[in-house]
């Protein structure tokens, strides 16, 4: 399994600019989490998926951020538009679905977004 | 709300010798996972081990083994042999069961090894 693939690893903008980041979850896993890591706030969740819904987006930090699931392979996050607050590392995550709930958490490679 | 705590800010060990990691949480739950993930220089999170707190079996995997005190509510993580590529953040995190999907990361802990 190729793992969780996200697009582009690095993105450099100036503000004001659209971002928007991507992501491929491995195959079957029902859960979708979009986090952020900075060094000041550690890791956020920001919103997930469960079977291509937003259940929970109490996490994302403006309306300016906004993430899409339109199918079970690919979901989008976008900023629209950047402030070089957002300057942080994006990640994405799928699991598989429980009678509980979700289970363990695999991470995709991350991407660092920088707004100048 | 639970939360995770990883007293360490730093540690350090001689490559091959034996560490561990300690870290605390606090739930009000009976079901729930515990995770160790590893973030090297590369940023990648690395899933390291994974304990189900129904299992009272302590989980290893290779080098890597937990010491899981449910009662204490402590999941430290032991490196046996370690070598250059351990060195990296170690984050330790709970995932309740059953209906909150929301993974609670401690704020981790940076282990050099010295060669």
């Known amino acids: 399994d190729a793992g969780v693939i996200q697009s582009p690893r690095h993105e450099v903008t100036e503000m004001g600019q659209e971002v928007t980041l991507r992501c491929k979850p491995i195959?079957?896993?029902?859960?979708l989490f979009w986090y952020r890591q900075t060094m000041m706030r550690g890791l956020e969740l920001l919103i997930y998926f469960n079977n291509n819904v937003p259940i929970d987006d109490s996490g994302m930090p403006e309306d300016r951020f906004s993430a899409k699931m339109p199918n079970a392979s690919f979901s989008t996050l976008k900023i629209q538009p950047s402030e070089p607050r957002d300057s942080a590392v994006y990640f994405c995550?799928?699991?598989?679905?429980?009678?509980?709930?979700?289970?363990?958490?695999?991470f995709g490679p991350g991407t660092r977004l920088t707004v100048l | 709300a639970q939360t995770v705590t990883q007293s360490q800010p730093e540690m350090s060990v001689q490559e091959a010798e034996t560490v561990t990691l300690s870290c605390t949480y606090d739930?009000?739950?009976?079901?729930?996972?515990l995770f160790w993930y590893k973030q090297p220089p590369s940023r990648q999170m690395i899933l390291v081990i994974r304990?189900?707190?129904?299992?009272?079996q302590n989980a290893t995997e290779n080098r890597f083994s937990v010491n899981f005190q449910k009662a204490a509510k402590s999941f430290s993580l032991k490196i046996s042999d370690s070598q250059l590529g351990d060195a990296a953040m170690y984050f330790c995190a709970y995932l309740q069961d059953f209906g909150n999907e929301k993974l609670t990361f401690g704020t981790g802990t940076r282990l050099t090894i010295i060669p």
């Open positions: 995550a799928t699991s598989w679905g429980t009678a509980g709930g979700s289970d363990t958490q695999y």
């Open positions: 304990q189900e707190a129904y299992k009272q």
């Open positions: 195959s079957g896993h029902d859960y």
């Open positions: 739930t009000s739950e009976s079901d729930y996972y």
